[in-house]
């Protein structure tokens, strides 16, 4: 594969990721269950209401930072506790996202991918100048 091709499949990966969170926060914390709504989820599954914010927070910025292409590692890197936050908070439902209550597949899947674009940055169509992957260095 090429540098360009490579380029291209890091910017869809990256794009998509962030309108996934961005629909996660915007859409249906802000929108479907509501910050109340979301705040107490939260409190019922025992973490404070301050954890519900900072997640609405950070998967709407996080997600804008990705779609856009700036600071894309910086963001991931913050988005993967969220991420892993979620696989943990379904848990309890088993495997398959669709089950009653949400499984654990789909968070991690999502933890998993914002990894990968935490390694390997912007790739092309971003706001800012690509940022290099990180080097993986052996002895």
Do not use: C
């Not at 404070?48 to 990705?66: C, H, K, Q, R, S």
């Not at 499984?103 to 935490?118: H, I, K, N, R, S």
Request: no cysteine; proline share 4%; net charge neutral.
């Amino acid at each position: 594969m090429n540098t360009h091709s490579q380029q291209l499949g890091t910017a869809l990966l990256r794009i998509s990721l962030g309108v996934i969170y961005l629909a996660h926060s915007v859409y249906l914390k802000l929108f479907i269950f509501t910050l109340p709504g979301t705040v107490a989820y939260f409190e019922s599954i025992g973490l404070p209401a301050i954890v519900a914010y900072a997640t609405f927070f950070i998967e709407a910025v996080g997600g804008l930072a990705l779609v856009i292409g700036y600071q894309s590692r910086l963001f991931a890197l913050a988005l993967i506790p969220v991420a892993l936050g979620a696989t943990w908070a379904h848990a309890g439902a088993g495997w398959v996202f669709n089950a009653e209550g949400g499984g654990w597949e789909y968070p991690l899947f999502l933890a998993v991918t914002t990894a990968v674009v935490a390694l390997q940055g912007n790739g092309a169509l971003s706001l800012q100048d690509r940022s290099p992957a990180l080097e993986v260095r052996t002895a």
